[in-house]
Each structure stands twice: as C-alpha cells, then as structure tokens.
C-alpha cells in the first residue's frame, strides 16, 4: 500500500469511528467505544453500559481495481472468532471496496450461517474447520459495504450532530457548529488511537456529549411518536397530490395466481390504501414512468387522513447499516429539520407506520444485500412498522425479502382514456375535442408507450413541439430544451453531453446516484474532452446549470445527487452511447435495458449491440428488434442464426429467402447451415414447417430472429387440453386430485422454464414464473352458481405443495397473498396449460409485451 493510501485508510477508519461515537448516543444499550481495539482485528470496539463488548468493527480500504477474495475475507473473520468477545458480540468487516468473486462467496455464506445454514461457511473453511463454537461465532458476522468517501462520511456524522445540537438562529450557523463539533471529536479520537494504554482509547457516552456540546441521551422533542408523529402529519397535510394523479389505481399481480390470468388476482384493481391494509411487507412494481414515485408520493399523502403516518425514503440515499437514518432523513426532509438515527428507528419499530422505500430495485447489489441484512429479523418476525418496497423489478425487489415470506405484489394501472382526456383538457384548458385531438397525436408519437404517465405528461409538456417527433427519444429531447428554455438555463449543448457521459459511467457501476464529492470528480473528468476543444467549463458550472435546469437534486443532507427521475439517466446516457461519446459496457446487467433502448432509439441497431443484447439480456432483445432498420443483406442468415444461438437452446441454422413481392421469409434449417435460398423452396418447405414466417421487405436481422423464436416458443407454449378429472365424491379426495394435479403442474412448469429459457438465464425466466407448488386448504362442499356443488379452495403459489382439508388442518395455512376458488375451476386446465399460462406471463412481464398470443 502506498503512503498516499496509507493516509486514505487512516482518514477512513477514523470517519467511521467518528460516526459510530456519534450513533452510540443515539442508543440507550451503549455507554462507551474504543478506537483501536485489543486485538489488531478489531479497530472500533463498542460497549453497554455495564462494559460488555457489543459490536466490533474492521475498517479496511481498498484501492480501485482490487477486490477483496476468499482467503483474504476467512483469514480476517477466523481471527476474530477466536477471540472471546465474539461468543457474544457481533462483528463487521468494514471497506470502501468491492467483493471479488470468492468474496461474495464468504459474504453469502456469512449471511446463511446468521439465517441457521451454516453448510456453505463449512465448506468454505476447508476438511480443517474450526469447532461449533467459531462457527457459531461467525453467525454474528458480517461484510458492509460503504463506498463513500471520508469527507461524505464526515458530512453525515455532521448532519447527526446537527440534529442533537441545541437550536441556533440559523440553519448555516447549525451547519458551522455541527462542522465545528465532529472536527473536535475527530482531532480527540485520532489523538487517542495513538495511546499505548487502552483504557486511554476508550471513550465513554458522557465524553462525547462533552467534546460534541449535546446532550448524553435523546432529547424528548426528537422521539417518535412524542411531538414528532403530530408535527409530521401536519406536515404534509401541504403536499396534496393533483387531482387527477390522485386516481392512480394499483393491480394486484401474480406470482399467488393459480387461476384465470396467471397475472392478476381477486378485484381488476384496488385504490391506493391498499398498500397500507393487511399485512406486510407489501411490493409495488412498474416499468419505468409508470407512476411509482408519484404513488409512493399520493401513499404519504393519504396518511394524512387516516392518521397512520407514511414515511417515503429513497434507497439511493440508503447506507448499508443505517437504515434508521435513511427512515429520520425522509421524516426531517418533510418536517424541514435535522433528526437523529434514534428517531429514525424508533418509527422503525412503531406498527402504525408504513415505511415505503423507493427504488429499491435500481440501487447496487451491495446496497440491497445491506438493506436485506437489516430487513431480515423484524420482517421475518412481523414486528414493526409495516413495509412497502417500490422499483422497477418486483423479482430483485424480492431479494432482499427473507425467503420465508411472501409479500403481496402490486403494479400501477396503465393511464386510462378517460385519465388522459381529463389530463390533456386540464393542461390546455381547452374543449373535450380539443383534449381528445391531442391525446390522438401523443399516442402517434408514442405508440404503445402512450399509457406510461411519465411520457404522456412530458408530451402534454412540449404538445406544440411534437410535429416531427418519432419516439421516446425526441420527447425527452424535446422536453430537456423547453426546460432549459423555461429555467433560463444557458449552454444545455454542452450540459447534456456531460450529463450523458457522467450517468453512462455511473450506470456502468449499477447506479444513477453518487455523492457530490464524487459527482463534481465525475463531471469534471467527463468535460474533458469538450474543454479540449475549446469550450471552458468547470464542474461546479456543470453542476449549478443542472441544477437550475431541475435535471438534478440533492437528498440525504445534500450529500447525495440523483437525476430529475432515473429514465432521465437513462436518456442521457442512451444518447451518449449513440453519438460515440461513452461506449457501451462489454456486459450488460439488469437495469442497463432502458439506456440501451434509448442507444438504440436514436443511433440505430449495429450487429455488435444486437449480439451483445441477446447474449445478455435476451429479453430486451423483443423491444430492440422495433428499432432494427437495416435491411436484409448476404450477411444476414448468419446474423440471425448467431442471434438465435443466445436466444434458445439446441438452436441449428437459418434460411432465408426474398418473395416475388419484396418480402422475407425466414425457416430454421435442418443443418448448422445458414444461407439464402430460392423462393419456390422456400415455399415448398414452408407447407411442412410450422416455424417459418414472413416478414416485411424492410426488415433488419433482429426482428427476423425475434419472429422465429417467438414461433419457437409458440410452439413450446401450445398444451393438451387433457382429460378432465370427475367430481370428488368426499373431501378427502378431493384433497388427493388437487395434490396430484398440482404436483404435475410444478413439473411441467420446471420443465418448460428449462426449455424455453435462453442459455443461461434460467434464473430470471424462473424468479418471474414463481414457485411451482402451492399451499391449498379444501374447504366443504359449498351450492355454485348453476345449482350444483363445487368443494371450496382457499390457495396461494408456495416453493412446497401442501393441500390438506379443513379437517386435517390444525394449525392455519399461509394463504394470504393467494385466492379462492372453486377446485373445478382450478382443475379447468391441465397441468401442462397451467404451467404454459405461466411461463407465457412471466415471459410476457420480461418482453413488456403481449407478443406469444396465437
């Protein structure tokens, strides 16, 4: 390690020791910390008041371009097992860096060994495992992740203390003598972790207080509920939503279906209190633009009326390990004042509350892995205060859910005709012709997009500027001038390039946030190349002018900027892409689809992205064909059969051939051979081949491909209706036929996921399938609509298949996020349509499109 990083570390270690002091006041159980502990694994050790060791913490750094492995990780965690204060106390590896693969390995296992699974830590220990007790040990161990640099760290540390420091006449005095405070804490500490002695390393709550000038224990005024719950509600009885966005309707979704539409349950949709009614934790899914956060918005809002209080946190601002802050973040944001962690967790644990975190789907691995760590106990145990989590992808939503539970899954009703003729009379305050002529042109522009409200409500922004426009693309385009215009914004040439170039970058790390420390590194770097040519401007212009412009905000005490909404990002750093200013990653992931549409959108499909795109994210691969505008040329059957190759298993070669009329058809072929053929062959081969099709002369090498393996697919989707089974005479019975029937159609399920997945993605296809059994109570015998008689089931989608009667049943079944039904209905289909039905929606919910209708 360099000297240079040697000092990086130093400065490090001693902000987060700083910030644990800081947090030890915010909990009652804590009476003293010591900076470098006893033992050199330890660096922060924190005590109870009567002097047992309660956690132990590990800073390390690393620098960029290294991770940390296997044997690094054990060696670190080993150590500290041996000691005795771990048979009772927790411990936490602490580092700036990222996990390597074999890292990632020891955190997982860690964190199965803390749920009761210790096999996966055994194994990674080696034949010379240590006994019961080190294991067990380890169960109270833990990787965090925290990227951020030392002085973000400081500034949280600061704006903690400025939450406990007595009122001052200003906010900019508050932020002085917070500044003021955690330097002199910072200077003591460092000072005492060069002491020989150890007790002259240790600090006690009292000593803190002192050098931080607050008070030793939470004041009253900052508990929750106390004034604080009161102050909050009144809060935002002045932040209303508009009328016709308070119409938002949610639609339950399916992985508890077992009937009718796999993807949709009970009523076709519910107002928004159905986030806060029954049990948690709740997930409130959409695509992007679809109205999440304005949902999450109408949610807090609506608190104000029932009197139970809503608390929206944003998972950008989120640090692994600090949940409670994020929680007193989002109630000091509204209340327009400072909290501490403290007040953050005692919400936390209050049943009242719902607390919604929005986008949890689109932040880092790293931090929803954090985030799961600290959901696990009081989510498993149903303690606390009610949880809704929002994001794009309602399958990673889940992740960071204990498997134990399942959560009820919603998404946001598309806009209705009748929502947008009432938005667009509203914005021109014009007739209902009027109204309705510009709806007809929105939906010219946008196609099938039309129903995101995001994008209708921009082109309601820019209606007189949408002569010309094509897409998504030049809506935001569209939209990004007339904000600048209206701001009064100078040089958005320049700021959006920048902008394109900084979000490509922080999108390539899985993210569309950073600390404003980092952020100013990026765009400075990032308007290089423009300096180069002549255009001189700092990044604390760039920042300010995007600022002014709304296209950026900051959260989290100002320490963490995020975009105007997360497409804009991915707008951005769509047409960075397409103009040559960023270059696309080597591998896509999860998150990157919307900036790769955008790429695609405005600079056209290249064979390179098109293979890069169905090799990594195949399902985007249906969207991407729409902007695929080549034309078929003597390359092309290679094309579309290396295409296919990452789009279905034991794929062979493709034919092509040109119609009389222009047209393509296109054929798999028998051989691995790939090459145009006559059209009268074709033809002729045609009559004994259901997967050929036709397509337009115009058409490019992705869309040929997407046809055929959606006639593939087709294939694989069409089941036997099968036979089906006679009325049970007697419960029992019935509980045998469901059983069977649902044993069979977990294996057709399994199976088609197998064969209808890309290589290598069957993970994906099978978390959006959901589980393949079912648990299922057959009730009596009850009268049906057509003066018959039908057995009665109450039933949800389970990993398991249990099915008892109500007479065998002594302790309830979790049927909760299910349905009901009768047992003829569920037996409708045979299990090979019910697990088609299934593996269609989930591939339906994957493509954002209906397209493997017959």
Known sequence: MSGVDTVRGIAFQQAHGVLEAISMLEDPLLGSIRVEGLDDVVDVELFTRDGRLHRAIQVKIRTSGYTWGQAELLNVFTRWAALPGAQHATFEFLTDGRLGPTGELVEKALRSTAAGDPANLVALLGPHAPDATVVSALGRARVRQDPRGTKTVLAEAERQVSAMLPTVRSRSALREQAERAVDRLFRHMLAAAGEHDPEQRLLTRQDIAQLLGVPADQSAAQRWPGTVMPRYLHAL????????????????????????????????????????RGPGPMI?????????????????????????????????????????????????????????SATGAQALADPAVTVVVDGVSEVTPSLREGLAEELRAPVASGHGARLVLVGRDASVIGSVLPSSVTPHTYELSPLSHSQKIELA?????????????????????????????????MSLE????????????????????????????????????VLGIAYARLLDDGRRFADIYEWLEILADASGPLNALGLQTTAAELHDAARRCGLISLTGWEQTVVPLHDSFADYLAGDAHARGRAPLPQTLFPGDEQRLLFSVEIGGVTDKIAQIVARDLPFTTVALSRYDRRLADDDTPHE???????????????????????????????????????????????????????????????????RLWRQHLLSLLTAPAGIRPDQPRTQADAVLLLTEHARRTATATRELVAAATPPGHEALLAAHTGPGGMNAVVGERESDP??????????????????????????????????????????????QQAAAAYVRTAIHSLTNQKWLIP
Do not use: C
């Open 237 to 276: 009885s002045g932040l209303q939503p508009r009328q016709v966005l308070a119409e938002l309707k949610l639609r339950p979704v399916g992985l508890s279906s077992l009937q009718g539409s796999p993807s949709s349950v009970g009523p076709d949709e519910e107002d928004m209190s159905a986030l806060t």
């Open 284 to 340: 409130l899914a959409g695509r992007s633009g679809s109205g999440k956060t304005t949902a999450a918005s109408l949610l807090r809002a609506l608190s104000v009326r029932t009197g139970y209080p809503v608390i929206v946190a944003h998972a950008e601002s989120y640090v692994p390990g600090r949940l409670a802050a994020l929680v007193a973040d989002a109630l000091g944001a509204i209340l327009e004042q400072d909290l501490p």
């Open 425 to 457: 009379t509203s914005a021109t305050a014009g007739s209902s012709a009027t109204a309705q002529a510009i709806v007809a042109v929105i939906g010219e522009v946008l196609g099938e997009a039309v129903d995101n409200p995001l994008l209708f409500a």
């Open 462 to 497: 820019v209606r007189s500027e949408l002569a010309g426009t094509t897409g998504r693309a030049d809506v935001y385009r569209t939209f990004l001038s007339r904000l600048a215009r209206r701001t009064g914004a100078a040089g958005l040439g320049s700021l959006v390039p």
């Open 640 to 706: 579309v059969a290396s295409l296919l190759a990452h789009l279905r298993l034991g794929h062979g070669g493709v034919m092509l051939a040109r119609l009389a009329d222009g047209r393509v058809m296109a054929l798999p072929s028998s051989s691995d051979a790939s090459r145009w053929i006559d059209a009268k062959d074709a033809i002729r081969l045609s009559r004994t081949s259901v997967a050929s099709t036709v397509l337009d002369a115009d058409t490019g090498p992705t869309r040929i491909a997407v």
């Open 786 to 831: 057509f003066g018959g008689t039908e057995w009665g089931v109450t039933y949800t989608r389970s990993d398991e298949i249990t099915v008892v009667s109500t007479q065998q049943t002594t302790s309830p079944l979790d049927t909760t996020t299910g349905g009901s039904a009768g047992l003829r209905a569920l037996l409708d289909r045979s299990p």
